[in-house]
């Protein structure tokens, strides 16, 4: 009875960090506010410092450890530990609101004078969560999709909310590059409505991750995409709005007409190549060939009407309909070319919240992840793609509005992945040839 908070803190943190580490944080033991010792006990209060020391040593850093709490009023609660500075609420609470949730109530508990300095400070932010269901996902789940929107690797949107419905992060950025592409593609939903038909049904939304799983998992020596398919659409008569029928069907055709992507790659961005003339309603005239890459930091569509075909790729300012813009351009073109080729190519990318550079570079990246590669000869696919269509191993990138410094740039990248075309893949470059000025464009053709 005798025995005080911070007695029994020591005797946790023993526990928890060893003699060692007791006294590593013997500076750290009287920095607990009032509020927090009357909140949880000493126990808690160990194992919550143990965690933001090792937070401490990334600088300014974030983490997240979600729990049940029967005495809170929505049933769970999820503490925040953050070091470096203290947490920007109006940045935490959308991230929060976008898994589904319903903030009740926040308890901030402010450690002062800690670190190895002893002059840093460190937070702890306790919030009480309400949630309409019961959660599938589990907490590492949660935590690691926390993670990705917090730094920016994902996008903060409606379509989080699968995660508590068992997807992880992964899955749920596969649904949302299907999702940014049906907008380029024409769909008149806005992607509000798109995100929320796959979470009014969450166990179609997953079966269409199991049929993109099918259908592209290298693992796999088996593929029962067709039986796949048929079940989806079975299922699609238990849904009651025509839209959300639309929309969900919209994925399974799209899936379909997939041919390749770098999905397995572990890549930050997203590259998706489609059979045009499988995607349903896209525009006149279809492409032989189109690539869409997906990431927070950019979007970007390459267009190509015959197997070997040149054209540019442009820095797009129009984020809602780049597609539109690039296949008006490459009506433009056919037009244009008749003299030199019989067909052309163009692209087009926009950056979101990265230097343009930066952006292109990684549109590049995904464009060649899902491009076979010539070595002495012969084909060789890209790794971890598996590929339902022929050989293609041509893809040239001229320079457009926007890109006309970016050649060597583009050349750096093919030479990053052995490309064969070289410095051909971007036309040119400093050790190149000017085209313009060699009036070997289709205007110089004219």
Aim: charged share 25%.
């Amino acid at each position: 009875a005798a025995r005080s908070w911070r007695d029994d803190l020591v005797s946790a943190v023993i526990a928890h960090a060893g003699e060692d580490g007791a006294a590593r944080l013997s500076h750290v033991l009287d920095a607990f506010p009032e509020a927090y010792k009357e909140d949880f006990d000493a126990d808690t209060g160990a194992a919550d410092l143990t965690r933001l020391e090792m937070l401490s040593h990334q600088g300014e850093a974030v983490d997240f450890s979600f729990y049940k709490d029967p005495e809170s009023p929505g049933g769970f609660r999820i503490k925040i530990y953050r070091t470096g500075g203290p947490l920007s609420l109006s940045l935490m609470l959308p991230i929060l609101s976008s898994f589904g949730f319903e903030v009740t109530d926040e308890r901030p508990y402010d450690l002062e004078g800690v670190g190895t300095s002893g002059s840093e400070e460190w937070f702890i932010y306790d919030f009480g969560l309400a949630y309409s269901g019961t959660p599938a996902g589990t907490p590492t789940q949660l935590v690691a999709a926390l993670h990705q929107a917090w730094s920016g690797r994902s996008e903060v949107d409606g379509l989080n909310a699968l995660v508590l419905a068992g997807l992880d992060h992964g899955q749920v950025t596969l649904l949302r590059a299907y999702g940014r592409y049906l907008r380029q593609a024409g769909t008149p939903n806005s992607f509000q409505t798109i995100a929320g038909a796959l979470c009014a049904n969450p166990g179609i939304a997953r079966q269409i991750v199991e049929l993109f799983e099918t259908r592209f998992d290298p693992s796999l020596t088996t593929r029962d995409e067709t039986k796949r398919a048929e079940a989806i659409i079975e299922a699609l008569d238990d849904v009651a709005s025509l839209d959300q029928d639309r929309i969900l069907r919209s994925y399974v055709s799209t899936i379909l007409a997939t041919t390749r992507t770098n999905y397995y790659r572990g890549r930050s961005y997203l590259a998706f190549k489609f059979d045009p003339q499988q995607v349903p309603d896209l525009p006149l005239p279809r492409p032989a060939y189109e690539i869409f890459v997906y990431s927070p930091d950019v979007e970007g569509v390459h267009l190509r009407f015959d197997p070997v075909a040149r054209g540019g790729l442009r820095w797009s300012d129009r984020r809602d309909d780049f597609r539109t813009e690039v296949l008006g351009l490459a009506k433009a073109q056919q037009v244009k070319n008749t003299v030199i080729v019989p067909g052309g190519a163009k692209g087009g990318f926009v950056p979101k919240g990265v230097a343009g550079p930066d952006a292109y570079v990684t549109f590049l990246r995904g464009l060649l992840d899902v491009t076979d590669n010539r070595v002495d000869g012969e084909i060789v696919p890209p790794a971890d793609v598996v590929r339902h269509d022929s050989d293609d191993s041509y893809l040239v990138v001229a320079a457009d509005k926007g890109t006309a410094t970016f050649s060597d740039l583009a050349n750096s990248v093919a030479a990053e992945y052995v490309f064969c075309l070289g410095d051909a893949f971007a036309s040119g470059g400093s050790a190149g040839y000017d085209h313009k000025a060699m009036g070997i464009t289709s205007r110089g053709a004219w």
